[in-house]
């Protein structure tokens, strides 16, 4: 039987070593349990509503993103931004999600996974 790590120890290890951390869990072949096939998983950024970044995954386990982009009236900007919590960020989740992500793109691109 594997060892249980307490979560104060598991918070340790992703605070002094995010990348090693990060690292095996884009190896490893998990589904969270809370997240269901089927169902769109939206966001909103954090200086307007009007667009949406939307997740969704089928059945089968391939994932799909779409990012729906409409100009902030008031500056004219279609980019989303997720800000830190220094910058009164809401989505701090969401935020940490992409920057795991980018760490993903960047490894793939160093060293593609082939099956």
Known sequence: MAKKISDEALQRLFEDEPERVIGILLKSNF??????????????????????LSVLFHEMGDGFVDIIS?????????????????????FLRVLTALKILALAIKLDKESPIRM
């Open 31 to 52: 589904w969270p349990q809370s997240i269901s096939p089927g169902v769109v998983y939206q966001s909103h950024d954090d200086d307007t509503q009007e667009g949406t």
């Open 70 to 90: 409409k100009p902030d009236p008031n500056e004219g900007d279609v980019s989303h931004r997720y800000r830190t919590m220094f910058g009164g960020g809401r």
